[in-house]
């Protein structure tokens, strides 16, 4: 990265200033995130190898990228601590992903969380 040319210098402080911001995970619905945004998983694995359109993963997220919104709804079932490393707290979440080319079953999978989420024992 060339420190001569302001704007080489500003793209390029842009491109590589993600890789220091992870994202934090949220209750909260509608949000997205940039193709830069980088992802804290610390574990990922997956749980379904059946799917033709889609993936299940089972994630583990560390405590300090978990918002305290999210981290109160999930405290009694989602929290892990592991006494055999020091890695310390942790959160398991599953995630879907999608194939390519399958934003209409994304879409139509989103709509029908959506209109469960505020159900007793939903999860948002």
Same mark, same amino acid.
């Given at each position: 990265? +060339? =420190?001569?040319?302001?704007?080489?210098?500003?793209?390029?402080?842009?491109?590589?200033?993600?890789?220091? %911001?992870? =994202? /934090?995970?949220?209750?909260?619905? +509608?949000?997205?995130?940039?193709?830069? !945004?980088?992802?804290?998983?610390?574990?990922?694995?997956?749980?379904?190898?059946? $799917?033709? =359109?889609?993936?299940?993963?089972?994630?583990?997220?560390?405590?300090?990228?978990? $918002?305290?919104?999210?981290?109160?709804?999930?405290?009694?079932? $989602?929290?892990?601590?592991?006494?055999?490393?020091?890695? $310390?707290?942790?959160?398991?979440?599953?995630?879907? /992903?999608?194939?390519? +080319?399958?934003?209409?079953?994304?879409?139509?999978?989103?709509?029908?969380?959506?209109?469960? %989420?505020? !159900?007793? +024992?939903?999860?948002?």
């Amino acid at each position: 990265m +060339g =420190t001569s040319d302001p704007n080489s210098l500003a793209n390029g402080f842009n491109n590589m200033q993600w890789q220091f %911001c992870p =994202t /934090t995970f949220e209750l909260r619905r +509608g949000r997205k995130l940039v193709v830069e !945004h980088i992802l804290p998983f610390y574990k990922k694995e997956k749980i379904n190898e059946k $799917g033709a =359109t889609a993936q299940l993963w089972q994630i583990e997220v560390l405590e300090e990228f978990v $918002g305290p919104n999210l981290a109160r709804a999930v405290a009694k079932d $989602g929290d892990y601590n592991d006494p055999n490393n020091d890695i $310390g707290q942790r959160y398991h979440f599953a995630i879907k /992903t999608f194939d390519e +080319g399958k934003r209409d079953l994304f879409e139509n999978e989103k709509e029908a969380f959506l209109a469960l %989420c505020d !159900h007793p +024992g939903m999860i948002q």
